[in-house]
């Protein structure tokens, strides 16, 4: 096959293409971020395992996210020279043979080592593919398109989790969870690789002139960026220690039960996938706000120490954090004059923030676990809701039809 695109380089819904490339991306969300969270709910077996404290041993997943902040601009810029396609799958690969060598890793240094270099594979598809999406898919559909992505990578961060879970609980070795979820994402490149639409000839190495751009565009995406790095650091630290309070009295689980706790994502991935129809009733600046006192609520229903309310506001705050982080990539990437860098730094963001607010919330554990945990949620939440209130209802009308 020589195109799966028209001459315009676009895929527009209703074909045969389109069709292929939304179920490529939902491959990419869910087999690229398994990789990521995979380790997450194994975060006090494998701390135990090297006798460290939780702040130490989010350093699992910091190292890995740390990574990704810092190198998905450079992904972003290759973008403008190598095609996203390339990019994705490419990368996607390297990620998933560094995630085989992970459980053979000899000591505590080379664990980290190698999570880190996993992160700068891993900043590849994750930045590629929002931009592939606001380069090669029509402007009407871009919000529906990035949705799907995005509730695709809210069943990969369910499904490494529960995956590696389940697979310690059964073999009470952390090692085969970390393998298991290996050989899912392995699956997954296939799929990918078969499906995603490929451009014609060798159109691969040419630098792509930038976009118009405007004030109203730079400060929105200034909004979103600052979403990324707030919102997404809440988040994580929440989840981060979250496998610390459940191990302990009243509940003592195990982490088959722990990684259970992350099916809270499939409300993520309910919410992502429905936010193009939820901007069209809401409007933008609507969605940001219900969102974000959607995940107020979420995080107040985890103070009793029931398992119900807990597991109940878990999958509250997944539908308002998801459903603002769709909203908000997608904005990121197709207001900015080259969606490469634009979808780069939302990533950037994004990932400082879950680098850092995964260790801050860890430090809070450790200093006053869940009362100092929700102070910290609470003023991030505060400051979610300022950044909301400044996304603009009434939108120029290029931007109306590029966002849906």
């Keep these: 096959m020589d195109s799966d695109f028209g001459e315009d380089r676009v895929v ?28 997450q709910p194994l975060l006090r077996v494998i701390g135990d395992a090297y006798e460290v404290t939780a ?7 910091s190292a890995t996210t740390f990574s990704l902040a810092f190198f998905v601009l450079f992904w972003g810029a290759m973008t403008t020279r190598i095609s996203e396609r390339t990019i994705i799958i490419g990368a996607l690969a390297v990620a ?40 090669h898919v029509e402007a009407p559909s871009i ?12 069943v990969g961060g369910m499904a490494g989790r529960l995956l590696s879970g389940f697979a310690n609980e059964l073999t009470d070795d952390w090692r085969m969870g970390i393998a298991s979820v290996s050989i899912m994402s392995v699956i997954l490149g296939g799929i990918a690789h078969v499906l995603l639409p490929r ?6 190495r040419v630098t792509r002139a930038p976009r118009p751009d405007s004030s109203w565009q730079r400060r929105q995406r200034f909004v979103a960026y600052g979403f990324a790095l707030v919102g997404m650091g809440m988040f994580v630290g929440i989840f981060n220690v979250l496998v610390y309070r459940v191990a302990e ?41 219900v ?12 103070i009793p120490t029931s398992l119900v309310t807990l597991w109940l506001g878990l999958f509250i705050l997944c539908a308002g954090f998801f459903g603002m982080h769709a909203l908000s990539s997608g904005r ?53 809701l300022v950044l909301s209130l400044f996304v603009s209802r009434a939108e120029p009308h290029a931007t109306d039809a590029k966002m849906g």
């Design 143 to 154: 919000a529906q398109v990035s949705g799907l992505y995005i509730a695709g990578t809210t």
């Design 291 to 302: 969102g974000t006192i959607t995940m107020a609520i979420g995080v107040a229903l985890t």
């Design 249 to 289: 009295p009243p509940w003592n689980l195990g982490t088959s039960v722990t990684s259970m706790l992350f099916l809270s994502y499939l409300t993520g991935t309910l919410s992502s996938a429905r936010a193009g129809d939820l901007v069209k009733r809401l409007g933008q600046r609507g969605l940001m706000i």
């Design 199 to 204: 451009a014609k000839g060798k159109k691969q």
């Design 12 to 39: 527009r819904k209703g074909t045969a293409a389109y069709k292929r490339a939304l179920g490529a991306l939902f491959a990419i969300g869910v087999g690229a971020y398994a990789l990521v969270y995979a380790p």
């Design 332 to 384: 990121a990437s197709g207001m900015h004059p080259r969606p490469g860098t634009g979808s780069g730094l939302y990533l950037m963001f994004y990932y400082i923030g879950s680098s850092v607010g995964g260790i801050v919330f860890g430090f809070g554990w450790d200093i006053g676990q869940w009362p100092m945990v929700l102070i910290m949620a609470a003023s991030s939440l505060i400051v979610i």
């Design 96 to 135: 998933i043979i560094i995630s085989v060598a992970i459980p053979f890793a000899p000591n505590w240094t080379i664990l980290i080592e190698l999570r880190a270099v996993q992160g700068v594979a891993l900043a590849g598809p994750l930045t590629a593919t929002l931009a592939w999406v606001g380069r």
């Design 55 to 61: 702040a130490q041993s989010a350093l699992i997943m």
